[in-house]
């Protein structure tokens, strides 16, 4: 059964730093990988998607890397923003297994002015 | 092109009341997955529906039961409702079962 680990749960950091957030699981047959923000009590914002044959992705400020062997990912914020707070989630869809996504618990993350 | 859509927004229910939640997909997909969300959680794959047929399910109990309709749409339903069941439900619709899932804006549901 796939597994999908976020850390840190939490993160607070002052306007203008680079901040990294991280993904594992522990099944290495996924198809894609992706990461999602999500605003209080709202829906979700696909940010990035990563197929499983690609090593990283890039969107603005945003960075995913992937590396499927290690079973981890990352997602790279440069120059954060308070307008960046929020919770943001990876997933993962299996090979060979539709599209259902298995999710991790989230990073939270609030960045200060 | 509309995306997807939720309703209601928000409902509270009482412990052992049923309730129904409804789903309207993108434009051109056919399949549409379910998903909870507890506060503070990931979401968690409940089921999914492709052309009116359960594809698929999570590890959730009978007493959540799914519907899809010939235009696409779908509703969720939980019967005999748990304080536990309060959670955030996300519906996700994709052209088929291999491509990307989008997400609406979810409903809130309140067991007391």
């Known amino acids: 059964k796939q597994e999908v680990t976020q850390i840190p749960a939490a993160l607070s950091v002052p306007e203008g730093e680079n901040l990294v957030l991280n993904c594992s699981f522990t099944d290495s047959a996924i198809y894609n990988l992706q990461w999602f923000r999500q605003d209080p009590g709202k829906g979700l914002t696909s940010l990035l998607l990563?197929?499983?044959?690609?090593r990283e992705q890039t969107s603005g400020r945003l960075n995913a890397s992937l590396d499927k062997s290690s079973g981890r990912s990352t997602l790279y914020i440069a120059a954060s923003q308070p307008g960046d707070s929020a919770t943001y989630l990876c997933?993962?869809?299996?090979?060979?297994?539709?599209?259902?996504?298995?999710f991790g618990g989230g990073t939270r993350l609030m960045v200060k002015p | 092109e509309t995306g997807v859509t939720q309703s209601p927004t928000h409902l509270i229910k009482t412990r052992g009341q049923q309730v129904t939640l409804r789903c309207s997909s993108q434009?051109?997909?056919?399949?549409v997955s379910w998903y909870q969300q507890a506060l503070g959680q990931g979401p968690q794959f409940i089921f999914q529906?492709?052309?009116?047929?359960?594809?698929g399910r999570g590890n959730f109990p009978p007493r959540f039961s799914g519907l899809q309709f010939p235009n696409y749409s779908s509703e969720l339903n939980v019967n005999a409702l748990e304080l536990d069941d309060s959670a955030l439900y996300l519906c996700?619709?994709?052209?088929?079962?291999?491509?990307?899932?989008?997400f609406g804006p979810g409903t809130r549901l309140t067991v007391t």
């Open positions: 996700a619709s994709s052209v088929g079962t291999e491509y990307e899932q989008y």
């Open positions: 990563i197929q499983s044959s690609q």
């Open positions: 434009s051109g997909h056919n399949t």
């Open positions: 529906y492709y052309r009116e047929e359960e594809n």
């Open positions: 997933a993962v869809r299996p090979a060979n297994a539709g599209n259902m996504l298995t």
